[in-house]
């Protein structure tokens, strides 16, 4: 037999056995090895939801303290002081310079340039012989007129002669009939004789007027002729080309032996002139501006390349109406150029002191809130309340900006304050350069350094 058929042999005891029920055989050590792992998970399923229901309740804890917080902010602002300007407005304006006089020179004589005098950059005088046209067309047709006028005159004295001619047969032929009919009717000369004589004297009558037209026309025709005379001797004095004022040559576009044409409409010019002892400045001044501007106010020019020299000028005069276009008016800014320091055609910069129209205020550009309700401004009254006012800007300095009226002139307002700011909110006023840290409202960083105000 073999030894899986053999009983198993008894277990000696040394000690009395237990009862029946003490003899139960206890669970094998697998099956308790095998139960651990669900403990395990099971913890840690209940773990993981109880700390996922502390997170949820902090987060919740958390939430409504902020919005407990963000109830009760009273945020930090600066304050600066709304300053107000009453004085004139420096309004600075790019500009044109020309010249007060300005001249195209062209010819009215037809000829050949004899001799130019003037080059670019000759300074003459009014008068002063620029160029000589020589023209022997028209120095011909000067003599032949003034011949004819001579001619004219004799013919005139002459109808003159005759009309003295005339005057006198008149006054032997009234005396001849009042004789012949002193006699006729006496009965001493025919009637025939005295209707002879009495005709007579009404043809002499008649000489008399024709010799008395005939001077009126032999005048009229003096008088056509001195007119031709008078305008070729105007022609004439045209070969001599002469400055029409003061100035300097800016352009030249003749030379000597150059032909030239004076019956021409427009073409190009022998010469430009120019009068820059006094300049205009070309300016357009805003709507804004206009209606304050007036004539007589001072003016100060700068040029770029000359940034440490300021010209005095005045305002001179205006278009009076303003360009459609643009909505600017037209100005001219006059200066003093003795020294002959500036030239036409230059840039300038133009600073005019214009007269406000109404009193405005000035605030750092920190200070102005734009949102949904437009461009505002807030004020701190009675110490920490707020209020918003609706504002619009003038002009825009960069760093500040005017504002239109004067309402808040001398009132504090509040410098980069938050966007969320309200009508009545309460604040803190944090005083300009105070070394106090800006209190954050919950869930924003504070600022380690408070900013100082524009």
Same mark, same amino acid.
Not at 161 to 184: F, H, M, P
């Given at each position: ?32 090895? &095998? ?7 099971? @913890?840690?399923?209940? =773990?993981?939801?109880?700390? !996922? ?72 005088? +009014? ?6 046209? +020589?023209?022997?067309? #028209?120095?011909?047709? $000067? ?6 006028? /001579?001619?004219? =005159? ?23 009939? !009042?004789?012949?009919?002193? $006699? ?14 009495? @005709? ?25 002729? #001195? ?9 004439? /004095? ?38 820059? *002892? ?13 209606? /304050?501007?007036? %004539? ?16 005095? !000028? ?7 109406? @303003? ?10 800014? *006059? ?24 009193? *405005? ?30 504002? &619009? ?12 009226? *004067?309402?808040?002139? !001398? ?11 309200? %009508? ?5 006023? $944090?005083?300009?350069? =105070?070394?106090?840290?800006?209190? +954050? ?14």
């Amino acid at each position: 037999m073999t030894d899986q058929g053999k009983a198993a042999p008894k277990p000696e005891t040394d000690g009395p056995t237990e009862p029946s029920q003490s003899m139960t055989p206890a669970p094998p050590q697998s099956s308790r090895l &095998s139960r651990r792992p669900f403990w395990i998970t099971g @913890l840690l399923v209940v =773990a993981a939801i109880g700390w !996922g229901a502390y997170g949820h309740w902090r987060r919740d804890a958390q939430a409504a303290e902020t919005q407990r917080g963000t109830i009760t902010f009273t945020p930090t602002v600066q304050v600066a002081l709304a300053q107000r300007l009453s004085g004139p407005i420096d309004l600075t304006l790019p500009g044109t310079t020309a010249p007060f006089d300005e001249a195209r020179i062209f010819a009215r004589a037809t000829g050949y340039v004899a001799e130019r005098r003037v080059d670019i950059g000759s300074r003459v005088r +009014a008068g002063d012989l620029l160029a000589r046209i +020589a023209a022997p067309d #028209l120095d011909q047709q $000067l003599r032949q007129a003034e011949a004819t006028l /001579g001619q004219r =005159a004799a013919a005139l004295r002459q109808a003159a002669a005759a009309v003295n001619q005339a005057q006198s047969n008149k006054e032997l032929a009234n005396v001849t009939n !009042g004789r012949t009919a002193v $006699l006729a009717r006496e009965g001493w000369d025919t009637q025939q004789s005295a209707d002879q004589t009495r @005709l007579g004297l009404a043809v002499q009558d008649a000489n008399l007027i024709s010799a008395q037209a005939g001077v009126t026309l032999a005048q009229a025709n003096y008088q056509a002729q #001195l007119a031709t005379v008078q305008q070729l001797q105007e022609l004439t /004095g045209f070969e001599q080309v002469t400055a029409p004022f003061d100035g300097v040559v800016t352009v030249r576009n003749v030379d000597t032996g150059d032909l030239i044409n004076g019956t021409a409409s427009g073409g190009t010019a022998m010469f430009v002139l120019q009068n820059d *002892d006094v300049l205009r400045v070309h300016i357009d001044v805003p709507q804004a501006a206009a209606v /304050g501007l007036v %004539d007589g106010l001072a003016a100060k020019v700068t040029l770029p390349e000359m940034a440490d020299t300021v010209f005095q !000028g005045t305002v001179a005069r205006n278009a009076a109406a @303003l360009n459609t276009n643009t909505r600017t008016l037209p100005a001219e800014v *006059d200066i003093k150029n003795d020294a002959h320091l500036l030239h036409p055609g230059l840039f300038v910069n133009v600073t005019v002191s214009v007269p406000r129209s109404s009193s *405005d205020v000035v605030v750092p550009a920190g200070a102005i809130l734009f949102n949904g309700e437009g461009l505002r401004v807030a004020t701190i009254e009675n110490g920490d309340t707020v209020k918003m006012h609706d504002v &619009s800007i003038y002009r825009d300095f960069g760093t500040s900006v005017e504002l239109r009226g *004067d309402q808040l002139g !001398g009132k504090r307002v509040a410098v980069d304050p938050p966007a969320n700011l309200q %009508d009545g909110a309460q604040v803190r006023v $944090l005083e300009p350069g =105070a070394p106090t840290t800006v209190r +954050a409202a919950p869930g924003i960083a504070a600022e380690a350094t408070p900013k100082k105000p524009a």
